[in-house]
């Protein structure tokens, strides 16, 4: 595997030669700055690939190519959006970036409802309350018709929870959910908006009556399309598996398990067709047998995502040490190492530890903490290599 970092451009206060440091050898990037649904040009492209190259690295994975929503829901402008995809895949593969990381989950990416939970060891990692989902779900967006979506036993954890919220707790709660984990990945919401409720609402209301069928037709559609130029200038797509992989907010969630994903891979039978396999949006589903998943899917995997959630009763997650956790990262090493074709992997998420909440990183992406996981992760490659080669 290439040990790659996500690097949030020009930005970002850990900087290309601090990676270059602590053995990065690719960068996970995108062009920030890019609304969704904007071409993405060749001068935009070089510059930003120029400059990764400027310090030694190389541009190894696009992540993400933001697919708009409208391509989602498939609503009027889905060709017209389309065709800008595929123009900013033509720019890239002319470029010679090949590889491409994208989700097509609606509205929302990955949820948490504390960015800071308090460890054992004094370190802070990302956690997923479910009674806190379903409360932010039923008293703050949708309401009482949200109820319908959740058991009477998590029902009464909510309601048991409400009245010890306070007002300054609710807005934690929506700064959390759908303010801080979504403005640096989807721009659908971002920090100084004034309603952000408001917003999600609407985002939330071009799903109406979108059903799981109906996205997966949709997305069916959208690779259908961009495939031909993905085999015209070599470039893998990688669909990121969701995350938490269940339904979330009344919405269709498509990428959740083992069925969900070969659905996606025969529905489009072409090798550009593939997988981003993250170990912790599936580990963080006890319905999910991680091991077996990676095996199954090899073949079509083209990026990996190593970390690791141990799942807690009642549906809460936590993510775990890298060392931890549901997802065995070592058996998963095993298995991508002795893959024909050099997979870049990204540690993903690292927890808070030493200074890191000092810092303005983005949620889940603090330096000291994936250079813990980095380094732990290389120690775990490096033995795993010197296995094989006995």
């Known amino acids: 595997m290439e040990k790659t970092w996500r690097w949030f451009g020009s930005k970002d206060r850990i900087t290309l030669q601090m990676l270059r440091q602590i053995g990065v050898e690719g960068v996970v990037s995108s062009l920030y700055d890019v609304p969704n649904g904007e071409i993405w040009t060749p001068e935009a492209i070089n510059a930003h690939k120029a400059q990764i190259e400027a310090a030694g690295l190389k541009w ?28 900013s895949l033509i720019n890239l593969g002319e470029a010679g970036i090949k590889t491409v990381c994208y989700n097509f989950m609606p ?19 990302l956690y997923f309350d479910k009674a806190k989902y379903a409360y932010f779900d039923t008293y703050i967006v949708r309401g009482e018709s949200a109820r319908q979506d959740y058991d009477k036993e998590l029902l009464a954890r909510v309601d048991a929870l409400a009245p010890m919220m306070t007002d300054a707790d609710n807005a934690q709660l ?10 640096f990945i989807s721009g659908n919401i971002k920090e100084g908006d004034a309603d952000p409720v408001g917003l999600f609402r609407e985002l939330l209301s071009h799903y109406d009556g979108v059903t799981k069928q109906d996205l ?16 015209e200038y070599g470039i893998n797509m990688c669909i990121h598996p969701d995350d938490p992989p269940m339904p979330v907010f009344g919405l269709p969630r498509i990428v959740c398990d083992a069925e969900d994903i070969a659905w996606i891979l025969s529905a489009v039978d072409n090798p550009h067709n593939g997988l981003t396999f993250c170990a912790g949006s599936l580990s963080s589903g006890a319905h999910n047998d991680v091991l077996e998943m990676a095996e199954r899917f090899a073949s079509r995997i083209r990026f990996v995502h190593l970390r690791s959630c141990e799942v807690l009763p009642g549906g809460d997650f936590i993510e775990a040490p890298h060392t931890g ?12 190492e002795q893959l024909e074709e ?27 903490g994936r250079m813990l996981a ?3 992760v290389e120690g775990i490659i490096t033995a795993v290599r010197h296995q094989l080669n006995k």
Request: with cysteine.
């Open 60 to 87: 190894s994975v696009v992540e993400s190519l933001p697919v708009s929503e409208a391509i989602k829901y498939g609503g009027q402008q889905r060709n017209r959006l389309i065709a800008r995809y595929k123009q």
């Open 325 to 336: 956790g549901r997802a065995d990262l070592v058996a998963l090493v095993q298995i991508f």
């Open 216 to 231: 997966r037709e949709n997305l069916r559609y959208f690779l259908s399309e961009i495939m031909p130029v993905c085999e």
């Open 342 to 368: 050099k997979l870049p992997m990204r540690v993903d998420h690292g927890r808070t530890i030493l200074s890191d909440e000092q810092t303005s990183d983005n949620p889940g992406y603090s330096f000291h």
């Open 174 to 183: 929506i700064d959390t959910i759908i303010v801080k984990t979504q403005g």
């Open 374 to 376: 980095l380094a732990q």
């Open 107 to 125: 509205v929302i990416d990955w949820v948490r409802t504390d960015l800071l939970r308090p460890c054992e060891d004094g370190a802070y990692s």
